[in-house]
């Protein structure tokens, strides 16, 4: 493997160096033309361990971007910092130029950030259609006087129902409606939490590991819905260990590694820095890395999943 | 044994003001656990709270009813801020140690020989009664038939006290079928997926933290009604038969703190009746009625913990929707 450089250091990108989304040159913390979300200098530190050290991250407004590391790599705990979950030692950061920093969860979801969870949150005692509900912004039902006098948020009750039933049906769980979420599968719930966050109109919807633990025929109907999700304007981050999905759906992608952002780049082109592959094999080559399928060969299969995407082209599979 | 004063006994709980006041109780503390998640083991304060609230006002500055009504109504309001402030933002189990230690504080505070002249210290208080009893409608006289024959006074303090359990239930009702009941129920079984959905989860548990206190202080003014204030009625053990009450009807449920509170209090009566009645009829001579009466309540420890390993939602609730884990 040809590694010259450690994984953290300023790493010369892979061809090409400039990208339509980015103003200069293609690198670990480069500015987009049109970024959503804007962090600068987040860290946090758990005792002596510092699991997010980013300098600067910017996410593209209107594509799917994927956040991709090894484990322990700070992705979720990045995730939980941009949405108010966790508060970090030190950094700023703005979504749409409104700073959210020290701003609380539910605000942040309200700012039009919604995320959805690494271990989902369905909420398995309410029924699905009551999960949905919950998803929903401006029912005034939600005032504990308002909730007393019925008529003051049926109508908005209703339409709300109809936009519920539509994203049920979209997502293939209208006929569980009635059921109680926790005789959901797995992989439907998946599918529940995601619906959920929808029923706000997110701008920007954070998805980590939408993908773990759900079977491949539904990993294809979820893939169908997060590029739905991009059609329809909405910008989307998922952090995913699936190399495959990840050159699949993803127009941008950012790597990770013992907290600090590597590389960035496309995805036919990001897998090929050497950061990445050092992040994957150099420094950590010997451990476990879970759930991710083939192992040490994770990166072989990275690139051999972005030819298959972009067979025209690159067709230089090195072997150094 | 004399049956028929047993069960004369017995079935005049179904409708005393205790029953109403623990019911009421309940109800509150059902809004806390029961649909919202928060683990309070403090509605003994709350109660507490209710009586001396009602009863200081009164007896100091001869307050007329509304306003001492209102004084228990602020204090409880105070005292869930207070608790729930510093608590509500940490792990359910938080609230749980909170609410016991400031419950027993309360009632220590009480006790104190330094405020004699306010709370009565250990002997508590007496004399409060006169506005409640002006505002009584019901022409003097006894009335009423069979078990149920009470004096125009105590008719009253049933009439008021169930009239507020039945309103405490419609407005539990009208709140639980709405998007607000949603969201709590929502907060019970994880609050950070109700957070990431934008809902100021803080806000939504502070006011059914509010909410059940003010029902269990309105609990605490009609249980000192039939009877004087005495600090020696909120020891935690007061609040462990409100949740064996809401345990035993379900959490969750409407009817389940009324129902429960009525079984209870008729099978304790019933009990001290049967083992009194044994004692003195010399079935059971080596039990004092002393020791009967502490028996009774052993059941009710023996009955919580069989309800819970067996029928955790209670005799109403609905097994799918609840259950222990907090």
């Not at chain 1, 910017?58 to 992705?75: F, M, S, V, Y």
């Not at chain 1, 030692?89 to 942040?108: C, D, M, Q």
């Not at chain 1, 990001?270 to 083939?294: C, E, N, Q, R």
């Not at chain 2, 019911?23 to 683990?39: D, M, Q, R, W």
Request: net charge neutral; glycine share 12%; with cysteine.
């Amino acid at each position: 493997m040809s590694s010259d450089n450690a994984a953290g250091g300023t790493t010369a990108p892979a061809i090409p160096s400039t990208h339509p989304l980015v103003t200069g040159t293609v690198g670990p913390g480069c500015a987009k033309v049109d970024p959503i979300v804007v962090a600068d200098g987040v860290s946090r530190t758990f005792g002596g361990l510092t699991a997010v050290d980013v300098a600067h991250l910017e996410i593209p407004r209107g594509k799917i971007t994927a956040l991709i590391g090894p484990n322990g790599a700070g992705k979720t705990t990045m995730f939980n910092l941009l949405t108010g979950f966790d508060k970090p030692n030190t950094g700023t950061w703005n979504f749409n130029g409104r700073s959210l920093a020290g701003v609380p969860a539910f605000k942040v979801a309200r700012a039009g950030m919604v995320r959805t969870f690494q271990l989902t949150k369905s909420l398995g005692r309410l029924t699905v259609l009551q999960n949905m509900l919950l998803g929903a912004t401006k029912q005034p039902g939600e005032n504990i006087f308002t909730a007393l006098v019925r008529p003051l948020w049926k109508s908005r009750e209703a339409e709300i129902t109809i936009k519920a039933d539509e994203l049920l049906a979209r997502f293939k769980l209208d006929a569980k409606r009635e059921d109680y979420a926790a005789s959901l599968s797995g992989g439907q719930r998946k599918l529940l939490e995601m619906a959920r966050a929808l029923m706000s109109d997110p701008e920007l919807i954070m998805l980590d590991e939408p993908m773990a633990g759900v079977n491949p025929a539904l990993t294809q109907s979820l893939l169908g819905h997060i590029k739905n999700l991009k059609s329809d304007g909405t910008s989307v981050l998922f952090v995913e260990h699936d190399m495959h999905m990840v050159t699949h759906i993803s127009d941008w992608v950012i790597v990770m590694a013992e907290g600090k952002v590597v590389a960035e780049g496309p995805p036919e082109t990001v897998m090929k820095d050497p950061a990445v592959i050092d992040a994957y094999l150099g420094a950590h080559h010997d451990t476990d890395l879970g759930d991710l399928t083939g192992g040490p060969n994770l990166v072989e299969d990275a690139r051999a999943a972005a030819e298959e995407v972009h067979e025209h082209k690159h067709h230089k599979e090195d072997k150094s | 044994m004399d049956w028929g004063n047993i069960l004369g006994n017995a079935v005049g709980e179904l409708i005393s003001p205790t029953t109403a006041a623990y019911a009421l109780a309940a109800i509150g503390l059902g809004v806390h656990f029961g649909y919202t998640g928060l683990l309070n083991f403090g509605q003994a304060a709350f109660m507490l709270i209710g009586a001396y609230g009602f009863a200081i006002p009164t007896i100091e500055f001869g307050a007329p009813l509304p306003v001492a009504i209102l004084c228990a109504l602020i204090a409880s309001v105070l005292f869930a801020l207070f608790l729930g402030i510093p608590t509500l933002r940490l792990r359910a189990d938080y609230l749980a140690i909170v609410t016991i230690a400031a419950a027993e504080v309360v009632r220590y505070i009480v006790t104190t020989t330094g405020l004699t002249e306010v709370t009565g210290a250990a002997n508590g208080l007496s004399g409060f009664k006169g506005t409640f009893a002006a505002s009584n409608p019901l022409p003097d006289g006894t009335y009423g038939f069979g078990p149920f024959t009470y004096n125009s006074y105590d008719w009253w303090v049933r009439i008021v006290g169930w009239g507020l359990v039945i309103l405490a239930s419609v407005l539990v009702f009208l709140l639980m079928r709405s998007p607000w009941g949603r969201i709590v129920k929502g907060i019970r079984e994880d609050e950070d997926a109700v957070r990431s959905l934008g809902k100021n989860v803080f806000s939504y548990k502070m006011q059914a933290l509010v909410m059940g206190g003010v029902m269990g202080s309105i609990a605490g003014i009609i249980f000192i009604l039939p009877r004087a204030v005495q600090p020696a009625n909120y020891t935690t053990g007061l609040t462990f038969f409100i949740w064996t009450i809401m345990l035993l009807g379900g959490a969750a449920t409407i009817f389940g703190p009324i129902i429960g509170a009525m079984i209870f209090w008729v099978v304790l009566s019933l009990t001290q009746g049967v083992l009194y009645g044994a004692i003195e009829s010399g079935f059971l001579g080596f039990l004092s009625t002393t020791q009967a009466g502490q028996i009774r309540f052993m059941l009710v420890g023996l009955a919580l913990m069989l309800l819970v390993i067996f029928r955790p939602q209670g005799i109403f609730g609905n097994k799918k929707e609840l259950s222990f884990s907090v």
